[in-house]
């Protein structure tokens, strides 16, 4: 009988794992603590859009879903994340870029953070897989800053909008270049999925158009060797003196009895802090914690640092025509300043916040109107910028407990001296974006101080070359274990450059999975 | 006979600082909290719940006055048939709905007929609006009519919250964009072309 997997986690790492080992005929278990989260996610859709009624079914409970924050972060991590089966991607902006080769190697070109323990190039043929396994469309015909590729996008890029187009032209001849977005949503139908119908509200694609994991979840289940346990808690790993994994610990959410399911081999990808707070919840030869033998678990942590801002026009701008990404540029990723600081995304965004479903305190139809009239005249511009380790960032077990008894995971997060010169960087940045395209008015989230991970949670289980550097190695396996494997966000030793991590946490996962494939077979 | 109240300059000087004291507190407690405590009781009487009453489907009669009252509201012509179906899937899914919004065409019908109408929904715009108006439930109702709402029709702030509302809500989010000159609204299939273009009605 082949072996056995077992996986924490249920989102696009864990999916992606689950679904290429199943299909090698391997047996997995997938666990996941959130509810079923039906797809293709058209109930959600009507149920948030049409009806505007927020399910509480899809909502985890805060007595298992909580993280306690100390710092400078003033955001709540946990609703970063979505506890249901598919995880977060369920509801991800999937915009899928790839790390520039120089964002593996930032202490040695730039003397900032750590060099990973690979190499874009290593790392290459594994993003062509993962933008074939997304569905991602894309070009990079019209982006001189991309990095070089061997196979082209699997689907044809999404057109700038009109209003992208003028903005294009009016700071083309300022120097500054805007060019489509790579993302994982059908320019044309794909596989199994639908081509994008631009319904406008990709949170909850109705279609499966926008790439969401329990699409590929749904196909491992359908091998007949996938089994997916919802709505249940792992609470640790048992291990024994070796340090070899042998099973996990989990309870059913409603308080029934703790199980242990033995494994083959077990990986989590239960996301980042999660991951993490597992690692601490577990023990080996009765000492707490595993993968600490070096002491990295939980440091080497960090956020994507994320401005939003708004330039005015006189003329409308009709923002949200389209619901995914056109415009942005990659020119200040990697910068002529770079060491000084650090890179920087620029996106020129369409949303606005008029369309996600939920009821809004209006007084009467004519003071909707003039609120709604002085948006057409707004265009949102996202900045992203890269941050490094610290010893102020990182995650530990908190003291407040869930409601199995188990501690929380705490976040202790504080801002460098290195993220306010990038903060400076944005700003600047952002008034030479402002200047250059004419805007008569601006607004800058950066005033009111605060900043925003974008929900990218990095590093804390950091991938290195042996155990007095890291907690895993290239591959996700821990140090001094032969078959507990770490995945996603978490293994990053620094925050993937300015770019969104997904795509390179995907790609990743699928080189994970051929290696405990090729390892078991 | 009483004694008059005697006090030295002392004691009378320590009860006079006292009593300054405690006044400037107490200014000082309602200047704080008491914006605060008074929304929260007004919160209190003024946001009741829906209550529990079962699902079910709604006669159709009852969802004519709603997408009538509907266009009361939002006092435009608009395309109605997301609202029907709005008010449909919230009576049938959500329990309270059914119940409350029967009630409320009841009040609405009441009202119509006292001005003279067979119904709510034979109304024209006008009497519509003025219906809506007259009973208090389009924001625009006067602190009195408020009050005795609060007193006699506790429904009214249950319509507000549960009916106007949402409606407005469901308003913001289509036919407010397309009176803002979109093509249609982020929530319809809306093609790959169109983005790509200058706005047609813009």
């Known amino acids: 009988m082949k072996p056995a997997l077992a996986i924490v986690g249920s989102g696009i790492v864990g999916a992606a794992i689950a679904h290429t080992l199943s299909r090698r005929g391997y047996r997995v278990d997938v666990f996941e603590k959130g509810p079923e989260y039906p797809y293709p996610h058209a109930k959600q859709f009507s149920e948030r859009i049409q009806f505007m009624y927020e399910n509480p079914l899809y909502e985890a409970s805060k007595d298992i879903d909580t993280v306690t924050v100390s710092g400078d972060y003033v955001w709540h991590p946990e609703r970063e994340r979505h506890l249901v089966v598919g995880g977060s991607a369920t509801q991800w902006s999937a915009i899928t870029l790839r790390m520039r080769p120089a964002d593996f190697r930032t202490k040695s070109r730039y003397g900032y953070g750590e060099d990973w323990p690979l190499s874009y190039e290593d790392l290459e043929p594994y993003y062509c897989k993962g933008e074939a396994h997304l569905g991602v469309s894309g070009t990079d015909a019209d982006n001189p800053f991309a990095p070089r590729r061997s196979r082209p996008f699997p689907l044809p890029p999404f057109e700038l909008s009109y209003h992208d187009r003028l903005l294009a032209d009016t700071l083309r001849p300022r120097g500054i270049r805007l060019h489509t977005t790579p993302q994982a949503r059908t320019r044309i139908p794909y596989e199994e999925r639908a081509g994008c119908q631009n319904f406008g509200v990709c949170k909850f694609c109705p279609i499966g158009a926008r790439y969401s994991p329990t699409y590929h979840l749904l196909d491992a289940l359908k091998t007949g060797r996938c089994q997916l346990h919802h709505d249940v808690s792992v ?51 009765g000492n707490p914690g595993i993968g600490s033998a070096g002491d990295h678990v939980g440091r080497h942590f960090t956020f994507h640092h994320l401005w939003a801002g708004g330039c005015h026009y006189r003329l409308p701008v009709y923002p949200n025509r389209f619901g ?168 990053f030793v620094g925050s993937s450059g300015a770019v969104n991590p997904t795509l390179t946490m995907v790609a990743l996962a699928l080189r994970t999975a051929e290696f405990i494939g090729d390892q078991l077979s | ?23 400037l507190g107490g200014a000082f407690a309602v200047r704080r909290w008491g914006g605060a405590l008074k929304s929260r009781l007004e919160w209190a009487l003024t946001d009741p719940t829906l209550g529990d009453a079962a699902q079910g489907p709604l006669p159709e009669g009852v969802v004519s006055a709603l997408v009538a009252a509907t266009q009361g509201l939002v006092g435009t012509e608009i395309e109605t048939t997301h609202y029907a179906t ?25 009202a119509a007929r006292e001005a003279g109408a067979p119904d709510f929904a034979g109304c024209g715009m006008v009497q519509r609006r003025a219906i809506l108006r007259q009973v208090g439930v389009t924001g625009a109702a006067e602190r009195a009519s408020r009050i005795r709402a609060l007193v006699f029709r506790r429904d009214w702030f249950r319509f507000e919250k549960y009916i106007v509302r949402e409606v407005l809500a469901l308003f913001s989010q289509t036919d407010g964009w397309v009176l803002l000159g979109y093509e249609s609204w982020p929530g319809t299939p809306r093609g790959l072309e169109s983005y790509t273009k200058a706005p047609s009605r813009g």
């Not at chain 1, 959410?253 to 081999?265: F, L, Q, T």
């Not at chain 2, 006979?1 to 006044?23: E, K, Y």
């Open chain 1, 235 to 285: 609470r640790r790993l048992v291990m024994d003196k070796s340090g070899r994994g042998r099973a996990l610990v989990y309870q059913p959410n409603d308080g029934s009895k703790e199980r242990e399911h033995a494994a083959d081999v077990i990986v989590l990808a239960a996301g980042t802090v999660e991951s993490v707070r597992l690692l601490l919840l577990s023990t080996v030869g």
């Open chain 1, 324 to 491: 995914g990404f056109t415009a942005q540029s990659h020119q200040f990723l990697d910068h002529p300043s770079r060491g000084k600081r650090g890179a920087l995304k620029v996106e020129v965004g369409s949303q606005t916040p008029f369309h996600e479903g939920r009821v809004t305190k209006w007084g009467s139809e004519s003071e909707i109107m003039e609120q709604l009239r002085p948006r057409l005249h707004w265009r949102r511009i996202i900045l992203s910028a890269e941050s490094h380790p610290s010893a102020e960032k990182y995650v530990r077990l908190s003291e407040k407990r869930d409601r199995f008894g188990d501690p929380y995971a705490h976040i202790h997060y504080r801002s460098s001296d290195f993220d306010h010169e990038n903060e400076r960087f944005a700003l600047e940045v952002f008034n030479l974006l402002a200047e250059a395209s004419g805007s008569d008015e601006r607004v800058f989230s950066q005033d009111t101080g605060l900043l925003y991970s974008g929900g990218h949670h990095m590093g804390g289980c950091r991938m290195g070359r042996n155990v007095r550097d890291s907690v895993v190695d290239q591959y996700g396996r821990l140090h001094g274990s032969s078959n507990v494997f770490v995945t996603g966000g978490c293994t």
């Open chain 2, 1 to 23: 006979m009483s004694r008059p109240l005697r006090l030295s300059r002392r004691r009378f000087l320590q009860a006079a600082v006292s009593l300054a004291g405690l006044a």
């Open chain 2, 86 to 110: 709005f008010f449909r899937w919230r009576a049938q899914t959500l329990r309270g709905y059914r119940a409350l919004y029967g009630r409320f065409v009841v009040a609405l019908d009441r």
